[in-house]
């Protein structure tokens, strides 16, 4: 249940709440954002046709050991051309299936995933997550049409001279307004932010310790930024979604606590956004169509994603 102590992010929850904006019955949070007219400007980004997977590859492979409640997705072939090479007229085929947690690679958290008090998102209670039939508020097929807008990518590190973000680094306001000043775009109403803190380097190095261990991320500092400028979703190319370890003493996940929480805002983890960051550094475009709908698995807190930019 928790102690009773004031803590930070539920005092600033307080404040930036946005329960009962959209009316009492809104599973979608700041995806209400993501209007006909912002998904009309974010298809008039695309201009050159590149395209950029951001996503990672949902195999044995992945960052996780087994050891936790996250375990690396397993494939497993169900039919091979082999069981079917007696047909007549000569036809193969193939079949196989997954088996995975929906968080295990690149994801998004939905907003029956993280809460506090015994309240999810615009007074959900806890109990409206069960076993029987998962979340039956919030889940996260309710916004997978809302996830397809402007993206804006955000390049943390080279505002600070680096490749990637010193260990547990709390991105602030000021960074990412830094960022925007670096890069000459600016945020608006219904863009889904990318935020590089160059944390996914570790990954694509092999050090997946390295990469699971302390990270660089959003700070507390960061989520009136995120309120103010009604930023629909939120993706992260690390993996705790936040600054990791807490910096707040006692706490668990205090940034998601407000975000997801508090403003109704979707975060996305694990995102690959170096190739990117390369080009967008090369032809001075920060800004594209950027496709991340998930999947519509039913009664699910989140979803695994193969997010595509387009430029």
């Given at each position: ?55 990672m590859a949902f ?112 991105i602030t306001e ?119 709908t998930g999947l ?16």
């Open positions: 249940m928790g102690d009773d102590r004031v803590w930070p992010q539920h005092e600033l929850g307080k404040e930036l709440n946005n329960w009962g904006r959209w009316g009492a019955d809104d599973e979608i949070g700041t995806l209400n954002f993501v209007t006909p007219e912002k998904r009309v400007q974010a298809a008039q980004l695309v201009r050159t046709g590149k395209v950029f997977d951001l996503g195999d044995k492979d992945g960052p996780f050991k087994g050891s936790g409640f996250r375990n690396n997705p397993i494939h497993v072939m169900t039919l091979l051309p082999s069981d079917t090479a007696n047909s007549p007229d000569g036809m193969i085929s193939a079949d196989d299936m997954v088996i995975t947690g929906l968080q295990s690679a690149t994801q998004w958290d939905g907003l029956a995933h993280v809460g506090y008090g015994g309240k999810f998102y615009n007074d959900v209670p806890a109990a409206a997550v069960n076993n029987f039939l998962g979340a039956t508020r919030n889940s996260f097929p309710r916004v997978v049409d809302r996830l397809i807008s402007r993206g804006v990518l955000l390049d943390i590190p080279a505002v600070k001279g680096v490749d990637r973000l010193p260990d547990s680094y709390e000021a960074d990412l307004l830094a960022a925007e000043e670096r890069q000459g775009v600016r945020v608006t109403s219904g863009d889904i932010v990318c935020l590089r803190t160059g944390s996914y380097k570790w990954f694509l190095e092999g050090d997946r310790e390295r990469f699971l261990g302390n990270a660089p991320g959003p700070s507390l500092d960061m989520c009136r930024w995120l309120h103010d400028r009604e930023v629909a979703a939120l993706a992260v190319d690390n993996h705790s979604g936040e600054a990791w370890p807490s910096p707040v003493e006692g706490a668990v996940i205090p940034f998601h606590q407000v975000v997801i929480r508090d403003i109704g805002l979707t975060l996305g983890e694990m995102f690959n956004f170096e190739e990117l960051t390369a080009d967008c550094e090369q032809d001075g475009v920060w800004e594209f169509l950027l496709n991340a519509k698995v039913t009664g699910a807190v989140g979803s695994p994603v193969t997010p595509i930019a387009l430029k």
